[in-house]
């Protein structure tokens, strides 16, 4: 299952990545004793000690301009609230979470629906994308997820006529991810698509970053990534995605339902109630850039709200 996207914005993720870097990297991924076979199902048991080595198919949209974050800062600066409030608080909270057994259960309206291990899921064919990634506070990063489209998950399962949108959750564990004792949200995380953004290529199911395994503050074993979205969309250590005839409740709008719609696009033109979206800071950057549409994913995404107001929708 190797996606081809003919963009413009198509290229190898040593094109945007300092090249010591990369190579590093590199010999890192194929260094990997157990890394995972090319279209392979050749994934190991325990699939917390692998690398991946897999093909790169997608890239920001703009080389000159986009550099992969490093790694560390991804992995140290992060939104997990079940693990505190503070950008420091996962990197060290989110080691209590236990990411093995686990199960994901797909159902609501499919004619199949399905419940499965991590490790059974990780045997279909990887890919590596190259995506930004614009929270809602303003800040940013492009990272190199590894993972499958989150269409090949739902084409399993057959949606029935009924589906119209998917909602995910995450995992709800108090004595681990001790944030759920706090009243900041309702508990568990909960996100929602709709169906045809659900479908679209662009989204992506993530179970590795940086050419290894997901960290569990970024959200192990398995997360969901919508890159035109407001990084909230971007649900993390997920155990159930349920398809829906309605529009489900998300955990920042049931919150805080003026600040935080359901779509969540990225949109420089809608201010967020307290500051304003037309600006972004990449961390790791001292200066501000300007927010892209769809965070420059438009021409893919576009047309997915043709005829709808998206200051209405926001
Ligand atoms: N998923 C869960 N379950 N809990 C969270 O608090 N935070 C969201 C999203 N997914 C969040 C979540 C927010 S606000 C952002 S910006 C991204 O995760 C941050 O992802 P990162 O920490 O991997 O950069």
Partial sequence: MLFKFPTASQAREDEVTPHGLYLSRRALIGGGAAALA??????????????F???????????????????KSATTYNNFYEFGTGK????????????????????????????????????????????????????????PWIGFPLAELLKRVEPTGNAKF?????????????????WVL?????????????????????????GEILPNQNGAPIRLVVPWKYGFKSIKSVVKITLTKTQPPT??????PREYGFYSNVNPEV???RWSQATERRVGDFSRRKTLPFN????EVASLYTGMDLRVNY
């Avoid at 279209?39 to 699939?47: Q, S, V």
């Avoid at 998917?166 to 706090?182: H, I, N, W």
């Avoid at 420059?296 to 021409?299: K, T, V």
């Fill in 38 to 51: 090319l279209g392979g199902t050749a994934f190991p048991l325990d699939a917390r000690a692998a690398t």
């Fill in 53 to 71: 080595q897999v093909p790169t198919t997608r890239k920001p949209a703009d080389a000159a301009l986009d550099t992969v974050t490093p790694i």
């Fill in 88 to 143: 420091a608080d996962p990197a060290d909270g989110a080691k209590a979470l236990r990411t093995r057994p686990w199960e994901i259960t797909i159902d609501g309206e499919v004619a199949k629906p399905l419940t499965i291990g991590i490790d059974d899921l990780l045997k279909v064919s990887m890919e590596e994308r190259i995506y930004r990634l614009r929270c809602v506070e303003g800040w940013s990063m492009v990272i």
């Fill in 166 to 182: 998917v909602a995910f959750q995450t995992l709800m564990d108090p004595e681990r991810m001790y944030g759920q004792k706090s």
């Fill in 186 to 210: 309702e508990w568990p995380y909960t996100e929602g698509l709709r169906l045809d953004e659900a479908m679209h290529p662009l989204a992506l199911m993530a179970v590795g970053m940086y």
């Fill in 251 to 256: 955990a920042w709008n049931r919150s805080q």
């Fill in 271 to 273: 201010d967020h109630p």
């Fill in 296 to 299: 420059g994913y438009g021409d």
